[in-house]
């Protein structure tokens, strides 16, 4: 992909994603389901609960990501990450008990 070729990303996803998946994989998460579904709903859950920042190029993606990627950013997503955690964690929408 060239730098300059349009694209449609939600760099908040993006962000979002990446700190759900870590922090599934972190100690203090350990009992928590990490199948596909129970992802999924922690991040669309998450998502809800945060503005999108959608952008059309990776330059302003990039841009995007560095204004975001704060302390405070990083913190309230956090928060709201691991609201929806323990949402879905409670009320878990996969069919079998996952081994993962």
């Not at 990303?9 to 972190?26: D, H, K, P, Q």
């Not at 809800?48 to 997503?77: C, H, Q, W």
Request: hydrophobic share 35%; with cysteine.
């Amino acid at each position: 992909m060239n730098m300059s070729d349009p694209i449609l990303v939600n760099v908040t996803e993006e962000i979002v994603r990446g700190l759900v998946s870590f922090l599934l994989r972190g100690p203090e998460y350990q009992t928590f389901c990490k199948c596909e579904i129970c992802e999924f709903d922690t991040v669309a859950l998450t998502l809800n609960a945060l503005p999108s920042k959608y952008v059309t190029s990776m330059e302003a993606r990039d841009e995007a990501f560095k204004e975001m990627n704060t302390p405070g950013n990083i913190e309230r997503i956090n928060k709201e990450i691991i609201h929806a955690l323990h949402v879905v964690n409670k009320y878990p929408r996969h069919k079998v008990e996952p081994t993962s």
